[in-house]
């Protein structure tokens, strides 16, 4: 078993990993009930936390039945990453992370996210500043390092250990890599088989499928994985990765009716959160995906996408059931977006 705080997760346990506009509570539901152990908020700015923003404000709403669940912040100031901390509690999530990865420009390049890797003592000074203003665990994540010459990644799990933090995150890159090459797990294995290391590191970068997943489990022994990109859209992923680990066997992709089910149950919680014309809206984007594989989808993907009314998009769901009802879809391999600098992250 994992300890996090009194948080406890089961051995190896699967991860959501904060995805700005993707982990909100309606997605975060979907992968819990597919066997993700914890799960992050997006990140959250601290300054837009002091100034009682209030789309800042709407992203640490959570639900309880997804728990645990951590609060993620960024800031590059140690009086407004306190605040922010206070401000978390109140809301009282499981647990605070904070994010010292964030490559794109408008927040690495103001001292924030992986912008703190360039200045260790002060991602120090931060760190310690939450762990003081909260009651509740505070966890990191973050890449290497900063480029490929200043990868201090093993400096900085000691130093941040020492001031508290109770789990680490490690996405495989450096902050220049962005999201280009292949992620790098041995340095994430360095910091896990260091003998000062004791809390909890996950590693993170590129898991897109249960057999990537086990193999990286046994090849680097990191104490679980975080799954960021492959659970857009899908997140049966997780699912497939703990049945695989327990039994070397591939669940079968998930049927109609499963997908149907998730796009229902995606969109009743999109409204519950929000409202029904925000969450109808919400889930444009994402019927493609639930759906994909199904032939000539197409024509139902561009129908419910114009719908305005609850009552027509179930209508379209059932008749979706009627159309595909037994039909056996192929495994497919999932697809990991490239995200570049014009994309939130
Ligand atoms: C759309 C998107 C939004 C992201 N937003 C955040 C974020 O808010 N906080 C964070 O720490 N990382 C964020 N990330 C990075 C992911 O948490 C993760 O580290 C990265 O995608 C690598 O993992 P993967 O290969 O499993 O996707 C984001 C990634 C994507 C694709």
């Known amino acids: 078993m994992i300890r996090i705080g009194n948080i406890s997760l089961p051995d190896f346990p699967l991860l959501l990993a904060p995805m700005e506009d993707v982990s909100d509570p309606p997605f975060r539901i979907l992968c819990k009930d ?3 152990d ?17 789309n800042c404000r709407r992203k640490l709403d959570i639900f309880e039945e997804e728990r645990p669940v ?8 140690e009086e407004s990453m306190a605040l ?6 109140v809301t009282n999530p499981d647990l605070l992370d904070i994010n ?16 703190v890797l360039k200045d260790v003592d002060l991602m120090v000074r931060l760190t310690a500043a939450c762990v003081k203003a909260t009651k509740l ?23 941040l250990q020492d001031v508290g933090i109770q789990a680490l995150s490690i996405h495989g890159r450096t902050r220049s890599q962005m999201y280009k090459g292949e992620a790098d797990w041995s340095l994430i294995a360095k910091v896990k088989n ?12 590129d898991i897109d499928s249960p057999q990537k997943a086990l193999e990286y489990k046994n090849r680097y022994g990191v104490d679980g994985v975080m799954i960021g990109r492959a659970a857009i859209g899908y997140p049966w992923i997780f699912r497939e990765i703990k049945h695989y680990i327990q039994t070397g066997e591939l669940l079968p992709p998930p049927t109609v009716e499963e997908r149907v089910a998730v796009c229902r149950k995606h969109l009743h919680e999109a409204i519950k959160w929000q409202n029904q014309r925000v969450g109808i809206n919400e889930m444009r984007g994402r019927y493609a995906s639930y759906l994909k594989g199904l032939p000539n989808i197409k024509e139902y993907r561009n129908r419910l996408n114009r719908l305005t009314e609850v009552a027509e998009v179930e209508a379209v769901l059932d008749e979706i059931l009627t159309t595909y009802a037994g039909f056996e879809l192929q495994r497919t391999p999932i697809e990991l ?3 570049h600098e014009n994309c939130p992250l």
């Open 337 to 339: 977006i490239d995200y």
């Open 100 to 115: 010292f990865g964030c490559p794109v420009k408008k927040v690495a390049c103001k001292g924030a996210g992986a912008g």
């Open 84 to 89: 922010a901390s206070g401000i978390v509690d």
């Open 137 to 159: 665990p505070v966890t990191v994540k973050t890449r290497l390092g900063w480029d490929e010459q200043t990868k201090n990644i093993e400096e900085v799990a000691e130093r």
């Open 194 to 205: 260091n003998p000062r290391i004791h809390i909890p590191i996950f590693g993170n970068g």
């Open 38 to 54: 914890l799960m992050y908020t997006e990140f959250i700015s601290s300054e837009g936390l002091i100034r009682n923003a209030i």
């Open 70 to 77: 951590g609060i993620q912040i960024f800031g590059g100031d």
């Open 34 to 36: 597919n066997g993700a």
